[in-house]
């Protein structure tokens, strides 16, 4: 355990950062870190995309919830400037930079950005088919976006939402994972930094 601890400690005293040129030039593949990958052993990443709220959650200690002191490690090894972020769930692009390497606070932060507070375009809103329309709708009214007015006019629904309400009730942070082929068929082409987004509703 201190060796995976040691190994994605921060700093900057693991050789250089990767641009994007570099990464496609080198082809090099790159190491997730394992809180972003689900797999570490000692911590359970919890984060909800509607709030913005990081905790997390250790198998040994169920009794109470773990802080989240993980957020400057970086998110890959060797470390990228950047990472590009999609889900099957929604049709945004997530671009996170640093150039000093991209870390998991970096991940947790822009995606809050991206999701819990940039709103739905009309025109986005109106390619969803009629009943998930109707399903953003009933979420956005329930799930407290609306605040107190839910209690003084609960038959006014709200026009506009949130991109997070487009996810409705799948926004705690899953894992990344590499998916080569569902990548190329949403972008175009597949590339080391290009990660897939789980989510989920715990």
Not at 156 to 168: G, H, I, M, S, Y
């Amino acid at each position: 355990m201190a060796d995976t601890i040691g190994k994605w400690a921060p700093g900057s005293c693991y050789g250089p950062v990767l641009t994007q040129t570099d990464l496609y030039l080198l082809g090099t593949e790159l190491e997730l870190n394992p809180i972003l990958a689900n797999t570490s052993e000692s911590f359970q990443l919890i984060f909800n995309l509607s709030t913005g709220q990081t905790g997390g959650y250790n198998h040994e200690a169920r009794d109470r919830d773990t802080p989240f002191t993980a957020k400057e490690e970086p998110a890959t090894m060797p470390r990228v400037e950047e990472l590009i972020i999609i889900t099957e769930l929604s049709p945004w692009c997530t671009i996170i930079k640093n150039p000093q390497g991209v870390t998991l606070g970096d991940i947790c932060g822009t995606l809050f950005k991206e999701y819990g507070e940039k709103m739905v375009t009309e025109k986005e809103f109106e390619s969803l088919p009629a009943r998930l329309q109707e399903q953003v709708r009933r979420y956005a009214s329930s799930a407290g976006n609306a605040g107190w007015q839910q209690y003084y006019s609960p038959q006014v629904a709200p026009t506009q939402f949130r991109r997070v309400d487009w996810l409705r009730e799948r926004v705690f942070f899953d894992k990344l994972s590499r998916k080569d082929s569902y990548a190329k068929a949403r972008l175009g082409f597949s590339a080391p930094n290009i990660f897939v987004l789980s989510l989920s509703n715990y």
